[in-house]
């Protein structure tokens, strides 16, 4: 029988999972797949970015909620049980990227947005374009967000795979 602790568990899990996989799918949409003579470029930046950010922002508090839920209800919401002790220890790492990499690319996006060379409105928050501060550590930000991309999407397929594997 599922409980109200499972419930708002998997509520959390999959807000979670289709926001990050909204983030992103859409960022490189709203970047690439666009026809910048309707608002020009620098405003269709900002109009993409803030939206990412805003989209990250309610992913970490959803994350945020659900470590903290998990933490209060544990004994309520039941888990799938596992066969080894290295499917175990396989199962915690992954989870444990899969929580932290979110995290991670807060900081470098918040690197990125302190570090651009175009003025952004992030939550209320106004960021002033640094143009000497884009050419010193923009890009290295920019290179450590899509190695954590690169790495959230091979985590999401291990993750997946592990799901196939365990329903089989």
Not at 63 to 84: E, G, H
Not at 112 to 135: H, Q, T, V
Request: proline content about 2%.
């Amino acid at each position: 029988m599922n409980t109200k602790e499972y419930i708002v568990d998997r509520a959390l899990h999959w807000i979670s999972a289709l926001l990050l996989l909204f983030m992103l799918l859409n960022m490189a949409s709203m970047i690439h797949n666009v026809d910048y003579k309707v608002k020009g470029q620098v405003e269709h930046r900002q109009d993409a970015i803030e939206l990412h950010a805003t989209v990250g922002a309610f992913l970490i508090f959803c994350l945020i909620t659900r470590i903290i839920w998990v933490k209060l209800n544990k004994i309520r919401i039941p888990r799938a049980q596992m066969k080894t002790k290295r499917h175990v220890l396989f199962v915690k790492v992954t989870h444990f990227f899969m929580f932290c990499l979110p995290f991670l690319l807060v900081a470098s996006g918040i690197a990125m947005a302190l570090n651009s060379n175009i003025p952004l409105s992030i939550l209320g928050f106004d960021i002033s374009a640094n143009i000497e501060g884009y050419r010193a550590f923009f890009h290295v930000a920019h290179n450590a967000h899509l190695n954590l991309i690169a790495a959230i999407w091979w985590l999401i397929a291990i993750h997946f795979v592990g799901i196939l594997i365990s329903k089989r």
